[in-house]
């Protein structure tokens, strides 16, 4: 989900594209974060809080899984879904513009790691959105702004944040009394809302925790082996038509 006003980037991984299924994400993505949009917008505008800035229209290709329960869910919230024709895919310029970057981002940070899987794939595109919610666009900085995350936010990233997938890093962790430089964790992303920071895994853990305070050590991992259960499920190629 692309939202061309911020230009920030949201991915939700779905086995299906089964119509019902694209309709709860996106109720879900409705309601987390419209209302911070609307805010957001009307600020940029000037508009008074209690004059609301309205979502409407979402722009979606001409595939067959944005009709059903997903046309029928933005009827419920008076919204028009507008489908761009075939092979004009030009015309939801912001949003494919985004897409691009996306599966760039995935191919770079993939590629230390050999042919990815689903599972990997997965990990691999959230990071991806997050980074490109954290790094500058010309648009934005026309309207006086930087980043995806500083115009649905209103403040901007932190630097330290833009890091290489499996970075590794080392978490203070207040619980020890030992003393040195913390638990061994691996870069997975930048966590928004609630809690802002580095999304981590732990080293020999299945745990993914978000931090707000981590010291960088190493740039990258030297393979997927040192990040558990996530080689488990069969291989996919990258540019399979899946993501």
Known sequence: IVDEFTRYMWVYPTETKESFHL???????????????????????????????ENLAIHTDAGTEFAGMFREMAMYKSVHVIAAPSHQQWKNGPVEGRIKLLKQLIRISSAQFGTPNRATYVIQAQYAAGMLNVLPTAQLTKRGLSTPWEALYGRPPQKNWMQPFGATLYVRDYRS??????????????????TFGFKVRYENSHRIDVVQHATVVNPTMSSMESVPCVTSLPEISIDSDED
Do not use: C, N
């Not at 309709?23 to 600020?43: K, T, Y």
């Not at 009394?177 to 609630?194: L, M, N």
């Open 23 to 53: 309709g709860v994400i996106m109720h879900r993505w409705w309601s987390a974060f419209r209302p911070l949009i609307q805010e957001q917008r009307a600020r940029a505008d000037s508009t008074p809080q209690d004059w609301k800035v």
């Open 177 to 194: 009394t030992k003393s040195g430089p913390g638990r061994k964790a691996y870069f997975f992303g930048v966590a928004a809302g609630p």
